[in-house]
């Protein structure tokens, strides 16, 4: 079991920035990935943006050049730079920690709210 807390998000106005940190711990693989998802009202949950341990990374389109992923794999960490926030950014965003060869080992956090304002 891996268990996954996170912290940051809130309110900002559009054009604004927030930050996302989430902790890993557990049954931690060393071959892992990290991510972030998030789930709009009304929508399907979708990728934000991921890391494998090894520092490779992939975002949404729709965030490219906005958002940054970061991890900090001594601490099991995972982070979120979120710039030039759009109302369409509003949602509830949940980190993701997953084994990176057995899909079954796939751990959410309980999710945290990001609103952005017009």
């Known amino acids: 079991q891996v268990q996954l807390v996170e912290s940051g998000g809130g309110l900002v106005q559009a054009g604004g920035s927030l930050s996302l940190s989430c902790t890993a711990s557990?049954?931690?693989?060393?071959?892992?990935?990290m991510g972030w998802y998030r789930q709009a009202p009304g929508k399907q949950r979708e990728l934000v943006g991921e890391?494998?341990?090894?520092?490779?990374?992939k975002y949404a389109d729709s965030v490219k050049g906005r958002f940054t992923i970061s991890r900090d794999n001594a601490r099991n960490m995972v982070f979120l730079q979120m710039n030039s926030l759009k109302p369409e950014d509003t949602a509830v965003y949940y980190c993701?920690?997953?084994?990176?060869?057995?899909?079954?080992?796939?751990?959410w956090g309980q999710g945290t709210r990001v609103t952005v304002s017009s």
């Open positions: 557990g049954r931690i693989f060393s071959f892992n990935v």
């Open positions: 890391m494998t341990n090894g520092g490779t990374t």
């Open positions: 993701n920690w997953r084994n990176k060869f057995e899909t079954r080992f796939n751990y």
